[in-house]
T-cell receptor, first 112, second 119 residues
């Protein structure tokens, strides 16, 4: 069966520090991969998605970037964190057409 | 652009009772998918139910069912025989049909309804 791993679960970082959140999927090949952010009291907002290695699409302008160095690995990064980057970040995957979206357990990021 | 609105920030229900969560959406497309996701305190996002717009029959999954009113652009979730484990944040989400192009699950979420279940 397919599983998605996301780490770390929680992270506290000072303003201006770098960020790297990692997500991996097991049990499937060539998935679509997604990064969503959930701000306090708000719904989820799609940040990036990827349909293949090295293929990244950004949905909103921001301080973050994403990369997909391997088929089942998706990384969310920042060179210098802002206070506004605080939130709950969720990685997700799907197995192509008409399959549902499966989420990881999320990372709670606090920028101080 | 498509939007999803959940007008009930919080709801409460007694254990074993029935509760309905509201969701409305705005779209100019005729073919799309609607979802309800549950987010318990663990923050894991769990798919509760899915509705395809071209299907007139309302989706059901055990104690969970939807009332899909396409003309009114309404998609409410009914939870029957509420259990303590149903306490969570519930999100309504929209996804355009892949017939419009693209191959990705770009969901548009509402702001959520926090459901409390009273024993």
């Amino acid at each position: 069966s397919q599983t998605i791993h996301q780490w770390p679960a929680t992270l506290v970082q000072p303003v201006g520090s770098p960020l790297s959140l990692e997500c991996t999927v097991e049990g499937t090949s060539n998935p679509n991969l997604y990064w969503y952010r959930q701000a306090a009291g708000r719904g989820l907002q799609l940040l990036f998605y990827s349909v293949g290695i090295g293929q990244i699409s950004s949905e909103v302008p921001q301080n973050l970037s994403a990369s997909r160095p391997q088929d089942r690995q998706f990384i969310l990064s920042s060179k210098k964190l802002l206070l506004s980057d605080s939130g709950f970040y969720l990685c997700a995957w799907d197995g192509r057409i008409n399959s549902p979206l499966h989420f990881g357990n999320g990372t709670r990021l606090t920028v101080t | 652009a498509q939007t999803v609105t959940q007008s009930q920030p919080e709801m409460s229900v007694q254990e074993a009772e029935t509760v309905t969560l509201s969701c409305t959406y705005d779209t100019s497309e005729s073919d799309y998918y609607l979802f309800w996701y549950k987010q318990p305190p663990s923050r894991q996002m769990i798919l509760v139910i899915r509705q395809e717009a071209y299907k007139q029959q309302n989706a059901t999954e055990n104690r969970f069912s939807v009332n899909f009113q396409k003309a009114a652009k309404s998609f409410s979730l009914k939870i029957s025989d509420s259990q303590l484990g149903d306490a969570a944040m519930y999100f309504c989400a929209y996804r355009r049909s892949l017939n419009y192009g693209g191959a990705t699950n770009k969901l548009i979420f509402g702001t959520g309804t926090l459901l409390a279940v009273q024993p």
